[in-house]
């Protein structure tokens, strides 16, 4: 029992669907309020690790399931936002 709310938050965390999270809870006997705190937790912990990945490595977002031409596109939209502030 004790592990099992950590290893959801580490699934949650995941770039994956929250399916199976949401079973597991369900199948466990965790509270609705319970399972949407862990998602919350696991989603947070998600987005602050890609937050810090898009600005210090922006290329390595490819490990997240963002693809090459997305990347492409918003570094030329801030090329473009850059030379328009000159």
Not at 23 to 38: C, E, K, N, T, Y
Not at 43 to 69: E, N, Q, V, W
């Amino acid at each position: 029992q004790g592990h099992g709310i950590g290893g959801m938050v580490a699934v949650a965390a995941l770039p994956l669907i929250l399916h199976p999270i949401i079973a597991f809870g369900v199948l466990s006997g965790m509270s609705d309020a319970a399972i949407l705190g862990v998602v919350l937790l696991g989603r947070t912990i998600k987005y602050l690790i890609m937050a810090y990945i898009t600005t210090t490595a922006p290329a390595a977002l490819k490990y997240f399931g963002i693809s090459p031409s997305l990347f492409n596109i918003a570094s030329s939209v801030a090329e473009q936002e850059d030379a328009k502030k000159l």
